[in-house]
């Protein structure tokens, strides 16, 4: 595993340890898809909504916000692979949402949770 995957896998570790404090339950970690990936899936009981997570790992004062770098190709191959796996489970839920998590890397990680950050119809 290369130095930026083990980054990328340390900032999944933390945004799904984030998610899990806040009652969300992880239902899958790198989902893989001929589209793409998905970093987190989750599930939000409190309003029966499987979300789809895409995790930044940025630099303490990085020019782009982590928000920023998930530009509409990445929102479709997102959005294609969700569907995907929606296909593929027979989960019960209500909703769908795409939340982007950044964490700013820094002597203290920082977490930034941005939820509906895209739509299903970008």
Same mark, same amino acid.
């Given at each position: 595993?290369?130095?930026?995957?083990?980054?990328?896998?340390?900032?999944?570790?933390?945004?799904?340890?984030?998610?899990?404090?806040?009652?969300?339950?992880?239902?899958?970690?790198?989902? $893989?898809?001929?589209?793409?990936? #998905?970093?987190?899936? /989750?599930?939000?009981?409190?309003?029966? *909504?499987?979300?789809?997570? +895409?995790?930044?790992?940025?630099?303490?004062?990085?020019?782009?916000?982590?928000?920023?770098?998930?530009? $509409?190709?990445?929102?479709?191959? #997102?959005?294609?692979? /969700?569907?995907?796996?929606?296909?593929? *489970?027979?989960?019960?839920? +209500?909703?769908?949402?795409?939340?982007?998590?950044?964490?700013?890397?820094?002597?203290?990680?920082?977490?930034?949770?941005?939820?509906?950050?895209?739509?299903?119809?970008?």
């Amino acid at each position: 595993m290369g130095r930026s995957q083990e980054k990328g896998r340390e900032g999944e570790k933390i945004a799904s340890r984030y998610l899990l404090k806040r009652g969300y339950s992880i239902i899958r970690r790198n989902y $893989r898809s001929s589209y793409g990936e #998905i970093d987190i899936i /989750a599930f939000d009981p409190s309003t029966k *909504t499987i979300v789809f997570v +895409e995790v930044k790992l940025r630099k303490k004062g990085a020019q782009s916000t982590p928000l920023e770098t998930v530009n $509409r190709t990445k929102q479709k191959k #997102i959005i294609k692979t /969700a569907l995907k796996f929606l296909n593929e *489970t027979e989960l019960t839920y +209500e909703a769908v949402r795409f939340d982007v998590i950044g964490i700013e890397d820094g002597e203290i990680s920082t977490v930034f949770h941005v939820e509906d950050a895209f739509q299903l119809n970008c």
